[in-house]
């Protein structure tokens, strides 16, 4: 799948709808369509990488700035600020969307029950 088909590549250029957290010149984050958590949130860098697998070094600043807005979700939580990200990275890993993404899931387990 190339760009122009992407789902994630259609929210960032705002040619289809999400509901937008934080957005900046890097980076978007939406809710997930379909939350399996109180809270689940996409961090999507705006740039089209497939998955951690594709990354190059030309793209660690892309990486600081995800890790960053990940500090402020984090941050904006409720106490005890506790929260997982997790990325699924190939098809049989789960991978459904083709655009590198980390899922930012806090106010259930999901190490100790399913996810
Ligand atoms: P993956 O399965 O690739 O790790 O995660 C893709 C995630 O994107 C899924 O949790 C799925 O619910 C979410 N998703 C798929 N399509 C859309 C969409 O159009 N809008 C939003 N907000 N989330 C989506
Ligand atoms: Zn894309």
């Not at 799948?1 to 960032?12: A, G, L, V, Y």
């Not at 040619?15 to 010149?25: L, R, T, V």
Request: glycine residues 4%; contains cysteine; aromatic residues 8%.
């Amino acid at each position: 799948m190339n760009s122009q088909d992407c789902i994630f590549c259609k929210i960032i250029n705002k040619e289809i709808s999400a509901k937008i957290i934080k957005e900046n010149n890097t980076v978007i984050v939406i809710e997930d369509i379909f939350p399996k958590a109180p809270v689940h949130y996409l961090v999507i860098p705006k740039k089209h990488i497939v998955n951690l697998s594709t990354i190059t070094s030309l793209d660690k600043e892309l990486v600081w700035h995800m890790i960053e807005i990940i500090k402020e979700l984090a941050n904006d939580l409720p106490d005890p600020k506790a929260f997982n990200t997790l990325s699924n990275n190939g098809k049989e890993a789960g991978q459904s969307v083709f655009h590198m993404h980390w899922h930012f899931i806090s106010g259930r387990n999901i190490v100790e029950g399913e996810f």
